[in-house]
């Protein structure tokens, strides 16, 4: 059994005029059944308000289910006794990385989850040592968040998250706030917990160029999973993704353009290094 | 403009003060207070510069920066100057129109300034040294007594400790949003103290809305890392005292002591 299932998992938010009587309800969350093993990079895809931070905030019995039921790690997360359990099994990385840093210091920032989990303290500066040098922060350990760049900042945060000895880690738009660099930046840490250290990867994103490493991409939709599979999967499907609103990557649009033109080029290349190779061979043989 | 405000902000660098045990400087920072209300006079006045002196050289952070956390304040030097000043009775000295300065006033208003001064002063030594997780380790710590009056001790030093650490970042976004509306034909600057007043309304409300929205996410970034309140909590940093720690006590104690002595003594105030 999977390290993170749902089953016909929906949430309703109640909508609330200004008076605060309930007027009508969202239904942000509409039947999404998952599984997701351990060890899986798993994208999820989506435009505004198709419901993937509600959904994220589930995993993590930040909200909790209007219907349906969520596993993690064997554990219902419903179940108060599990709260806990499951916070520390499957850690969250928010948007803003200024809105969740806690500490001062970059070190007591990383240490703030083994404290609350009553980590002995010669293990919590064990743990936050190798957790700063698993996303290369450990040099910036005395210095204040403030003076940190986003990417930085946000990588921090991974730190802080990797300190509880989560099996899982679920980042909400981890980058939506950074620029190019710091993107990379912080994808290059997320994609090295996976492969190094083995831990299951929940990305939500915006960015098409972000999910090209994942095992599977989810496409979420009015609260649904409206399409999923291997990011070539997914690509190929082009009408369908702009029915979605979501952006198509370049390269498999110069796929298109290309075939048209009666050049044959597989429609599902992800990278500009693999299309630039690919062309190069189509064209020069 | 705002980030000048430096009190409450911590100064990295490494120097025997910023290594004290937090429960010390706060002790000594109580103390020092307490001692300048109790030897107000020149003597006292001497030693008690001097000791702040010794003290910021210690902290190796520029004499300079600290001077600047004393800008916003000067509003309230300012005013109390000018009450002791021209509200004092006693011996005339100077007569301005209604206003009389008197030798009592100008005694009294020095002495509140200097007083004031190294208040403020001694004050920023501590926060400036000190960061707020250890200032609040520090005060949880001592206070800790108060638990048993269930005084949430540990939740009201979390939340002194988060007010911390947002200020800077609160200064920035008003810095921001100022700027956006000064953009817009916003005028901070001119007009009486009512128009003044009036023109900060649409800066406070996007202000505390932004405020409001961070301290939800904040509040929910703890939850997802488990934190439960104060009971089960281990510390990565635990108070224990060191040499040093020990060292500066008698230190404490010593001044005490001369203060003291010089007081019954040779009737030095
Ligand atoms: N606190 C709330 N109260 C009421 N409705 C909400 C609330 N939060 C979200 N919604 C609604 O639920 C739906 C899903 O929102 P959600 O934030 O999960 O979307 P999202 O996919 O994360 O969007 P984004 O890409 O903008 O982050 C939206 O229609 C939104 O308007
Ligand atoms: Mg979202």
């Known amino acids: ?285 | 403009m705002l980030r000048d405000i430096t009190i409450g902000q911590y100064y990295q660098e490494d120097s025997v003060i910023h290594r004290l045990d937090p429960r010390v400087k706060l002790a000594g920072t109580v103390l020092y207070i307490v001692l300048l209300f109790a030897f107000e006079g020149i003597f006292g006045y001497i030693m008690a510069a001097l000791a702040l002196f010794i003290v910021v050289k210690l902290t190796r952070i520029p004499f300079k920066y600290m001077i600047r956390g004393l800008k916003p304040v000067v509003m309230i030097l300012m005013i109390t100057v000018f009450f002791n000043l021209f509200l004092t009775p006693g011996q005339v000295l100077v007569v301005l129109w209604k206003l009389t300065i008197t030798k009592e006033g100008i005694i009294i208003a020095g002495k509140m300034a200097i007083r004031l001064c190294l208040l403020i002063i001694s004050a920023s030594v501590m926060t400036l040294t000190t960061t707020p997780n250890q200032l609040t380790d520090g005060l949880e710590k001592s206070m800790g007594f108060l638990n048993k009056a269930k005084v949430p001790v540990h939740e009201i030093s979390m939340m002194m400790s988060i007010a911390l650490r947002f200020i800077p970042i609160l200064l920035e976004e008003t810095d921001k949003i100022m700027k956006a509306q000064i953009a817009r034909g916003a005028d901070f600057e001119t007009g009486g103290l009512i128009k003044r007043a009036k023109a900060l309304v649409p800066l406070l409300v996007p202000l505390f809305i932004a405020a409001f929205r961070r301290a939800n996410d904040l509040a929910m970034a703890m939850e997802a890392r488990c934190y439960r309140g104060g009971d089960g909590r281990t510390k990565m940093k635990p108070l224990i005292y060191k040499k040093e720690d020990r060292i500066a006590y008698a230190i404490m104690m010593g001044y005490i002591l001369i203060l003291l002595i010089a007081r019954v003594v040779c009737g030095l105030r």
């Open chain 1, 1 to 285: 059994m999977g390290i993170i299932r749902t089953d016909k998992l929906a949430y309703e938010y109640i909508r609330r005029d200004e008076e605060g009587n309930p007027e009508g309800i969202t239904r942000a969350i509409d039947g999404v059944s998952i599984d997701i093993v351990p060890g899986e990079f798993v994208a999820i895809l989506g435009h505004n308000g198709s419901g993937k931070s509600t959904f994220a905030k589930h995993i993590n019995s930040i909200l909790h289910a209007t219907e349906g039921t969520v596993w993690v790690d064997g554990k219902d997360v419903a179940d108060p006794d599990n709260v806990w359990d499951v916070r520390q099994t499957a850690g969250m990385v928010f948007q803003n990385p200024d809105n969740q840093i806690i500490g001062q210091i970059v070190e007591e920032d990383v240490g703030f989850g083994p404290e609350n989990m009553g980590v002995p303290t010669k293990e919590i500066w064990e743990r936050v040592e190798e957790s700063l040098k698993a996303v290369h922060m450990y040099k910036y350990k005395d210095k204040s968040p403030n003076k940190l760049s986003g990417g930085q900042k946000q990588r921090v945060s991974i730190a802080g998250v990797l300190a509880m000895h989560p099996k899982c880690i679920i980042l909400d738009e981890p980058t939506a706030m950074l620029d190019p660099g710091g993107r990379k930046e912080v994808i290059r840490a997320v994609r090295a917990l996976n492969q190094v250290e083995n831990i299951t990867v929940l990305l939500i994103t915006h960015y098409m160029d972000e999910v090209i490493y994942a095992d599977r991409v989810l496409v979420m939709d009015k609260g649904r999973i409206a399409l999923q599979g291997t990011p070539k999967e997914v690509f190929s499907q082009v009408e369908r993704l702009k029915e979605l609103r979501l952006d198509v990557p370049q390269e498999i649009l110069l796929a298109r353009s290309l075939n048209e033109m009666g050049i044959s080029i597989p429609e599902n290349i992800l990278g500009v290094k693999e299309m630039a190779q690919c062309i190069a061979q189509e064209y020069f043989g």
